[in-house]
């Protein structure tokens, strides 16, 4: 599968897989920057290791308000 980005082949930033989604749909989020996508080897946040696009944002990270 490649990045919807840089349109290289799509490995996880984190742990260096290549992205394989198990659900036929989840592809489809790959298109919708609201949809957040986790990669399904080490279930963080998918973050291309090419480019550093990330899909969607980490719920679990903090959010500084400012």
């Given at each position: 599968?490649?990045?919807?980005?840089?349109?290289?082949?799509?490995?996880?930033?984190?742990?260096k897989?290549?992205?394989?989604?198990?659900?036929?749909?989840?592809?489809?989020?790959?298109?919708?920057p609201?949809?957040?996508?986790?990669?399904?080897?080490?279930?963080?946040?998918?973050?291309?290791?090419?480019?550093?696009?990330?899909?969607?944002?980490?719920?679990?990270?903090?959010?500084?308000?400012?």
């Amino acid at each position: 599968m490649k990045c919807s980005f840089c349109e290289q082949p799509l490995v996880c930033k984190t742990c260096k897989q290549p992205f394989r989604p198990r659900r036929e749909g989840t592809h489809v989020g790959l298109y919708q920057p609201d949809t957040a996508i986790y990669c399904p080897e080490c279930r963080k946040l998918l973050v291309c290791q090419v480019c550093g696009f990330a899909y969607g944002e980490d719920e679990n990270e903090e959010k500084d308000d400012g």
